[in-house]
């Protein structure tokens, strides 16, 4: 039995709204271009401030996406 390879990338999503919406968007965006997106994981959050209040919200995450059998043989 083969156990599962994954390729890991990092994505920085932004979002005026929240930090979910964040997400949603590095997520969304991100599958546009990659297959088999299988897991994330936040690694940073982060913002800015404008006149004392939250102006946009960022999140680092490390995205996971399962390797089609082509690309495992490309080292």
């Known amino acids: 039995m083969e156990g599962h390879v994954y390729k890991v990338?990092?994505?920085v999503?932004?979002?005026?709204?929240?930090?979910?919406?964040?997400?949603?968007?590095?997520?969304k965006?991100?599958?546009e271009t990659l297959r088999?997106?299988?897991?994330f994981e936040?690694?940073?959050i982060r913002g800015n401030i404008s006149k004392g209040a939250v102006s946009d919200?960022?999140?680092?995450?490390?995205?996971g996406f399962t390797l089609d059998r082509e690309d495992e043989s490309m080292g």
């Open 13 to 27: 999503g932004s979002s005026p709204d929240s930090v979910e919406d964040a997400v949603s968007a590095a997520l």
């Open 9 to 11: 990338v990092e994505l």
């Open 57 to 63: 919200y960022q999140v680092v995450l490390k995205v």
């Open 42 to 44: 936040v690694v940073q």
């Open 29 to 31: 965006r991100a599958g």
């Open 36 to 39: 088999n997106l299988r897991w």
